[in-house]
């Protein structure tokens, strides 16, 4: 069983080492760059120190970003983010290039195992020819400008019975028996939005003028088809990803309506409506799976350490070193992430918990990130660490599904814990289609990057219509579900990222499956795959855990009818 990591001794970098300024880490890059490279051993060092030198800066790159969304208000904490991002990652930029060059070129490199070097010798050669120099100022100028999203949702609030509330803390009502409550909620909250909706608007063309240059100068006809290139999806292209909104229309809008119709009827309702669907019916309390976020940590530890003891002991040593920043406050970014501390070996759990079913599913779900950060751990370069996101969500959703037969740690009441299962499954198969209408969104977004604000809404509303279900009655609220889409900060701050949610859905109820038929075999594929980092394709990692690279029709559908199965099951 793999251990959880220490930081490494530093063998180039000296220990006490400041990003402080460029002038300190310049003679690094140098080094690196001049540094003679005479057989295959002083590659592999040069390698080895070229990887201390990027865990360092990504580590120290990412601890600024998590201060700073921790706090946005605080100015100090945001001007340390941009100054990295004017200072140091420009200048990082150039030397970079001609590094990849260096390596690309050297003969010893066709010496080395290309099986292990493969993915790492393929995306060398890809950076290398998406390098601009022109692109350096424009890609600065998108990292400080995707922050302000963070920090214009996180300032936004409602007041709900006379108290302050985060739009994160607020969403625990739309689970109350008291309908007129959940409506004066939901019409709060969307109000609260929509005041910064210009603001949210003029952001966000801005962000798709500026990466649209940076595709332009790249050589590329729009940002949709270099986004590809640089995230590297080598493995499937955009056709495979419009094959996969339309399966998830086919397959999983059915059920759907199933599942929004036995909902209306448990509320006795005529019609439902958007503040409905997280209701529970009078007499029935909301899941409340914990009070504070020291019982969410200490029931997170017991619930892994139940699935497998190294699950667990990765999150004990997470909070023993304070890397854990869980509850919803004020001033603090939204949403939830796992940031890798590539040097430390460490990840750091953000989240905006309140007390809901939800912040048990996205705990669990940070903790797969930050388990399969430790599993690569002692991976011999950082590149072999940044591992393709379709593998890395599996990790995440996978852990999901594992914890599942372990939730008596947060309910104790039989039907409780059965109506978590439920919700579980249930929210699996309600989120594909937000996935498909998110990336289907982009693709228009970025193949018409001259749009108007108008266009935009209306390609907005035209494909959120189409991967709708046809029980929510939305009638009377088109404003605010005009404005949907900036709800989701992926589309802000890290675009295209988001059909990764989809496929490695579909990976993760592929493990599930096998874990419902051999637990332990369905963990060491899970091990297995994650511990291989990057150094395998995509594919050869599904392999290695026991799955397809498969998200045709025919695949969706099996694993629909595998869900459908399940959820049976809870009710039976």
């Known amino acids: 069983m793999p251990e959880v990591k220490n ?17 300190i880490l310049e003679p690094f890059f140098k080094d690196l760059l001049e540094r003679p490279i005479n057989s295959k051993a002083a590659l592999e060092k040069w390698m080895q120190d070229m990887s201390e030198l990027e865990a360092m800066l990504d580590e120290d790159f990412n601890w600024r970003q998590i201060k700073m969304t921790c706090d946005t208000n605080n100015k100090v904490l945001e001007e340390s983010f941009n100054f990295f991002c004017t200072e140091i990652h420009p200048h990082i930029q150039p030397y970079a290039f001609e590094i990849n060059k260096k390596l690309a070129a050297s003969p010893f490199a066709k010496e080395l195992d290309q099986q292990k070097y493969f993915t790492y010798l393929r995306s060398i050669k890809n950076s290398i020819e998406l390098f601009q120099e022109k692109n350096i100022e424009l890609k600065s100028q998108l990292a400080m400008m995707q922050q302000q999203y963070g920090v214009i949702t996180g300032r936004m609030s409602i007041e709900v019975n006379g108290k302050e509330y985060t739009l994160q803390q607020a969403a625990k009502f739309y689970e109350n028996s008291d309908r007129d409550l959940r409506k004066e909620v939901y019409f709060k909250d969307n109000k609260r939005r929509l005041q910064d909706k210009d603001q949210l608007d003029n952001l966000f063309t801005e962000l798709v003028t500026i990466r649209n240059q940076v595709a332009l100068n790249a050589g590329f006809k729009n940002y949709r088809d270099y986004k590809f290139r640089e995230l590297g999806r080598f493995d499937y292209t955009e056709k495979d990803c419009f094959d996969f909104h339309n399966s998830i229309r086919d397959y999983t809008i059915p059920l759907i309506n199933k599942i929004y119709e036995k909902k209306r009827q448990r509320l006795k ?8 669907t997280s209701a529970e019916p009078e007499g029935i309390q909301p899941l409340r799976p914990f009070n504070t976020s020291k019982e969410l940590i200490d029931k997170t530890i017991e619930c ?3 699935v497998d003891p190294y699950f667990g002991n990765c999150i004990s040593e997470m909070n023993e070193k304070k890397l854990l920043d869980l509850e919803s406050r004020n001033g603090k970014a939204p949403g939830g992430y796992s940031s ?6 460490n990840s750091f759990i953000f989240m905006n918990a309140a007390g809901q079913m939800h912040d048990v599913t996205t705990m669990v779900h940070e903790a797969g990130h930050a388990i399969q950060s430790a599993l690569t751990s002692k991976l011999e370069l950082s590149a072999f660490k940044d591992y393709p996101m379709e593998i890395a969500e599996v990790a995440s959703m996978t852990m999901e599904l594992f914890s599942m037969d372990h939730w008596d740690v947060f309910f104790t ?3 409780e814990l059965r109506r978590a299962k439920e919700k579980q499954l249930e929210g699996i198969i309600l989120i594909f289609p937000w996935i498909a209408v998110i990336d289907k969104f982009q693709h228009w977004i970025y193949e018409n990057p001259h749009h108007t604000i108008k266009e935009r809404t209306a390609a907005w509303i035209s494909i959120l219509s189409e991967l709708s279900n046809d029980v929510i009655d939305y009638s009377g609220l088109e404003e605010f579900r005009e404005n949907g889409w900036q709800k989701q900060l992926h589309l802000f701050e890290v ?3 988001y059909i990764e949610y989809g496929i490695a859905q579909l990976g993760a109820l592929g493990l599930y499956k096998q874990y419902k038929e051999d637990p332990k075999k369905a963990i060491e594929n899970y091990i297995n795959a994650l511990s291989l980092g990057s150094t395998q394709t995509l594919p050869e990692l599904y392999k290695a855990a026991g799955l397809k690279f498969d998200f045709s029709a025919d695949y969706v559908k099996s694993l629909m009818e595998f869900l ?9």
């Open 7 to 23: 930081k490494p001794v530093r063998k180039f970098l000296p220990e006490n080492i400041s990003v402080s300024s460029w002038n």
């Open 269 to 276: 309702l005529d019609t439902l409506r958007p503040w409905d």
């Open 304 to 306: 892994l350490n139940r």
């Open 340 to 345: 890798t501390l590539m040097e430390s070996g």
């Open 413 to 415: 009441n039989e039907e």
């Open 495 to 497: 675009p295209f990222y």
């Open 564 to 572: 459908s199965g399940e959820l049976q099951k809870l009710k039976d």
